[in-house]
């Protein structure tokens, strides 16, 4: 258990429509990354907030934002859902160690849109 | 833009031997690589790193290798066992940012 939590585990839904996934980090850590993984794909980047505020910026689509409120949780919204947002979004948080951040994952949030 | 290459796609091997999987990093910046095992269908676990002032690290069966002139680390695992099977990512920090590049996989097979 790495200390990450995402909500919910599974979330099956219709195209066009919106949803918000929640992660909350590992106790002290400032920083939340969002990452999609599509079956059997790799990683992609979306996003980073860093103590409520965007830090950086992926391959992330229009139609999905997110935030990072002052409780250092973080939500993803992903509007007029297409069934290629299916996928597996993951959420990390991380630690500073000297100039590095080690990034520790949830368990992910799987997202099938029919 | 900044890549990290990772090779072989799929390794198969016999219980007991080693496995070796590599990448190369385009960033000169970087200055952190983690490796993460993931298990289908869960999250990335972080399985062992390593710092661009160190060149070789190493935790019980598992250990990485860096080179920083040729830009590449290498996971090295010894006595493979049916747990390693999964995918492995390799990842390089982003040189003045905290964001990684993950490579693009590699799915191990332990056969008994």
């Known amino acids: 258990d790495s200390g990450v939590t995402q909500t919910p585990k599974h979330l099956i839904t219709a195209t066009g429509q919106r949803v918000t996934l929640r992660c909350s980090p590992r106790?002290?850590?400032?920083?939340v990354y969002w990452y999609q993984q599509s079956l059997d794909q790799g990683l992609q980047f979306l996003i980073q907030y860093y103590n409520g505020e965007e830090r950086a910026k992926g391959n992330i689509l229009e139609r999905f934002s997110a935030q990072q409120f002052p409780d250092l949780h973080s939500e993803l919204n992903l509007s007029s859902l297409e069934l290629g947002d299916s996928a597996l979004y993951f959420c990390?948080?991380?630690?500073?160690?000297?100039?590095?951040?080690?990034?520790?994952f949830g368990p992910g949030t799987r997202l099938t849109v029919l | 833009g900044e890549n990290v290459e990772q090779h072989p796609s799929t390794l198969s091997v016999q219980e007991g031997d080693s496995a070796v999987i590599k990448c190369t990093y385009s960033?000169?910046?970087?200055?952190?690589f983690p490796w993460y095992k993931q298990e289908l269908g869960k999250r990335p676990q972080l399985i062992i790193d390593?710092?661009?002032?160190?060149g070789e690290k190493k935790d019980q069966r598992i250990a990485v290798t860096l080179n920083k002139t040729a830009k590449h680390f290498s996971l090295h695992i010894t006595e493979t066992q049916p747990e390693d099977s999964a995918v492995y990512f390799c990842?390089?920090?982003?040189?003045?940012?905290?964001?990684?590049?993950f490579g693009t996989g590699t799915r191990l097979k332990v056969l008994a």
């Open positions: 990842a390089a920090s982003l040189g003045g940012t905290y964001k990684y590049i």
């Open positions: 390593i710092r661009s002032n160190v």
């Open positions: 960033d000169s910046a970087s200055n952190y």
């Open positions: 106790s002290g850590d400032l920083s």
């Open positions: 990390a948080s991380s630690v500073r160690q000297g100039s590095t951040d080690t990034q520790y």
